[in-house]
């Protein structure tokens, strides 16, 4: 499964597929070109993007700050999408893979990440990786929240 990081070249097929991601569930969402234009600026300070497949039909999107608990980095999965066609062919795992190594390279000893309850396939990959939504091995759920400003 080839899965590169994404250059400031490739704004343009990145940006595509996050629109892809958030038309296909009702998300609201710039046009890719105001996106392609926002992906550079980010990529230029604290965000790696890595692509998946030919066209790209994939993309992970990381991004990085200091950590308050070590000396290390945090990364946290910012988006993780595969479009429909590819779904179910590896993709995501390939992804999901080279995103730990690289949050590892960049010297992030933690790795965090949202998903919704629905998106059983999302959690099922997250889990084979060993992230945890549990404070602890029996404890209670942890939640992730967020809210518009």
């Known amino acids: 499964m080839s899965v590169r990081r ?3 070249e490739d704004a343009g097929d990145v940006a595509r597929l996050p629109y892809d991601f958030n038309t296909e569930f009702d998300q609201p969402t710039p046009e890719p070109p105001q996106l392609a234009e926002r992906i ?3 990529m230029g300070a604290d965000t790696i993007v ?21 000396s290390g980095k945090e990364c946290y999965l910012a988006e993780l999408y595969v479009a429909p066609q ?7 795992r390939a992804l999901m893979e080279t995103a730990i190594e690289v949050a590892r390279q960049e010297g992030a000893d933690w790795m965090d990440l949202g998903t919704s309850e629905d998106d059983v396939a ?10 945890v939504n549990r404070e ?11 809210r518009e400003l």
């Open 6 to 8: 994404a250059q400031p």
């Open 40 to 42: 550079r600026e980010v």
């Open 50 to 70: 890595l692509l998946a497949g030919d066209g790209p039909d994939g993309v992970a999107v990381l991004r990085f700050r200091l950590s308050l608990w070590s």
């Open 86 to 92: 590819r779904r179910g062919q590896g993709l995501g």
């Open 122 to 131: 999302a959690r099922a990959l997250y889990e084979s990786l060993g992230f």
């Open 136 to 146: 602890g091995p029996d404890g209670p759920i942890a939640y992730f929240y967020e």
